[in-house]
């Protein structure tokens, strides 16, 4: 009798696979989190784009505005961290399945690694929509259209691509602890917790 322990791996493509139908399922569960990446993200991009707003009607941005900014990113990771922990720890039941039906460790970790670069490509690319939107509105209003129209189209692009890349790298690194700890239970003891 064989005491061979089968494991299963995942390829980048399965793992991706699996966490866009999680991604899919838990979307409602997990709108918590969705919505700290989401507010976090609307908030760093509406810092952004005031910034360049505020650059072409005066030619300077005040040093003060990259410690908010600095801040504000500090605060966003653990809001992300927090909804992170509560997000995995519902569900290392079905960790514990995963592991007990012959998933490694780095399996799981890939798959829930990506599906955390999911939300926060969702939760940034909706956030930095918004902030920008909201900042634009506000700033057409009360200064003038035609200073927030002469921002370049590309000052806006980068703003918006840098705090969705922000926002996916926060999810990501904010996941691994959770998902770490998740990893390291014994399937049986996984198992026994109540959702």
């Not at 494991?7 to 569960?29: H, N, Q, W, Y």
């Not at 005066?58 to 040093?63: I, Y």
């Not at 997000?87 to 799981?108: C, D, H, P, Q, V």
């Not at 999911?118 to 920008?132: I, P, Y």
Request: with cysteine.
């Amino acid at each position: 009798m064989s005491s061979e322990k089968h494991t299963t791996c995942f390829s980048i493509k399965e793992a991706i696979s699996l966490s866009l139908k999680a991604v899919r399922r838990r979307s409602m569960k997990r709108t918590l989190t969705l919505l700290s990446i989401a507010s976090g993200s609307a908030f760093i991009s509406m810092l952004l784009t005031v910034a360049s707003i505020l650059q072409m009607a005066d030619g300077k941005v005040g040093a003060y505005q990259y410690w908010v900014l600095i801040v504000a990113v500090l605060v966003w990771e653990v809001a992300i961290v927090n909804s992170a922990l509560l997000s995995i720890a519902e569900r290392s039941r079905e960790i514990g399945i995963m592991e007990a039906l012959g998933a490694t460790s780095s399996a799981i970790i890939k798959i829930l690694v990506i599906e955390s670069a999911m939300f926060g490509l969702l939760g940034g690319s909706l956030g930095a929509a918004a902030g920008w939107l909201i900042v634009v509105t506000v700033y057409g209003l009360q200064l003038s259209w035609s200073i927030v129209l002469a921002v370049p189209p590309q000052t806006y692009i980068f703003n918006f691509a840098l705090t969705v890349t922000v926002s996916v790298l926060l999810s990501m690194i904010a996941a691994l602890y959770p998902i770490s700890r998740a990893t390291r239970l014994v399937p049986a003891d996984a198992l026994k917790r109540e959702i």
